[in-house]
């Protein structure tokens, strides 16, 4: 008699049923809030968002993490930027009251 853990006997079939769980739980929650809440678009973007990257994380799980990485690398990048521009504006500040004080 075939037994109910034969199916997470293998790495492939546990990833198969936990995909087929998180799928059924986050759509779950997805639809409840849809009609339970009011028009919140942002926040069902979100959680919208969340469900895909739950999927995505279990069948792409390099690529995904490849992307992340970029994104994080670009957001500091960005935020590398910003303190450089601030330092400069600091700097520009610096020279002009030194030069009104002169």
């Known amino acids: 008699l075939p037994c109910d853990l034969e199916l997470v006997k293998h790495a492939e079939q546990r990833k198969t049923v936990v995909i087929c769980i998180v799928w059924i739980a986050t759509a779950l929650v997805y639809y409840g ?18 469900f895909v990257i739950c999927y995505y994380y279990f069948y792409f799980y390099f690529y995904l993490l490849l992307l992340l990485l970029l994104l994080l690398l670009l ?28």
Do not use: A, T
């Open 33 to 50: 809030l849809v009609i339970g809440e009011g028009f919140f678009y942002y926040f069902y973007c979100y959680l919208l968002l969340l």
């Open 75 to 102: 957001l500091l990048l960005v935020l590398l930027l910003l303190l450089l521009l601030l330092l400069l504006i600091l700097l520009l500040l610096l020279l002009l009251l030194l030069l009104v004080l002169l």
